[in-house]
């Protein structure tokens, strides 16, 4: 077992170390970064989203993976990114690049032999280069219209060789250019939901109680008038655990819900003798707890967790005039991903 930890204590420094190195790297290259240039490139990326223009990313190996990910970040904000393969692009891919298009080519050595050849198509297509590249004398760097330092003084890997420190450093000014951009555009939390719909942000941030209810038509509602074996009935072939109270006349306004609970209480506060003759009315919470159709699932659950006088599990929903219109369950919250 000493042996074991010592052999564990290694593992931990030398993982300590690798991820020591990366950051290091990346502080540097973010030293070395021309602020000038970063500009230019930020003020292409707002036209190129006002103009409906697509960002480009293209890369081979690694580089390629990384490329792929920063066009997954760049989409997700709001700016419409795409990978293209170096390699496809010269056999037919190349009709997704148009006019004015930003192409970002990621290279360590800036000698990719497939990012060079694909230049002057690129060029011919009208499109702006901009390199994420490891070395600013190379030629990609000398054909690229704009070029940012991804250089690093060697790889993590101890044979320098694998690409680490290096991928870690491109996808690091990526990151970067789409957080400032994020962060110029005044891109909101709510903006980064549309994108986002089955994440839990976007969940909370999109979805609407009426998009989670169970509609009135489904519902059977008794009226105050009910009686108990009626209430009873319902209670029993009903789905939401619960039997809403609605009023007789032409507007029928939810007026009173009756739960288990609700039904257990009653009956303990009256005479068995009596029981026969309880009406709903008699039984029901009046006045229950109520949410609008419109409002946000996320706000029906905390007011759901938030009720201090007792646990509430079902909320009625009403519509623009107040009507009633249908029922949300605690369930359906949970199910939905909200909790």
Known sequence: KPFLCFIFQIFMITLYQCMKEESSAILAAAKRLNNDQVEKILVLMEKSYKNKKKLVLTGVGKSGIVARKLAATFTSIGLTSIYLNPLDALHGDLGIVDRDDLCILLSNSGETEELINLIPHLKSKGS??????????????????????????????????????STTVAMAIGDALAVVWMDKRGISRKDFAVNHPAGKLGKELTLKVFDLMKPSNQLNPLSKNSSLYEVITELTRGSIGSCLIKEEDKNKKLIGLITDGDLRRSLKNHDPNNWKTLIAEEIMTKDPIIIKSDRLAIDALELMEKNKKKPISLLPVIGENYEFVGILRLHDLIQAGLS
């Not at 490891?134 to 060789?161: H, I, R, T």
């Open 128 to 165: 702006v280069q901009i390199g994420i590249l490891g070395n600013l004398n190379s030629n990609l760097a000398m054909l690229s219209d704009f070029s940012l330092d991804a250089g690093v003084d060697k790889e993590v890997c101890p044979l320098n060789l694998a690409p680490t420190a």
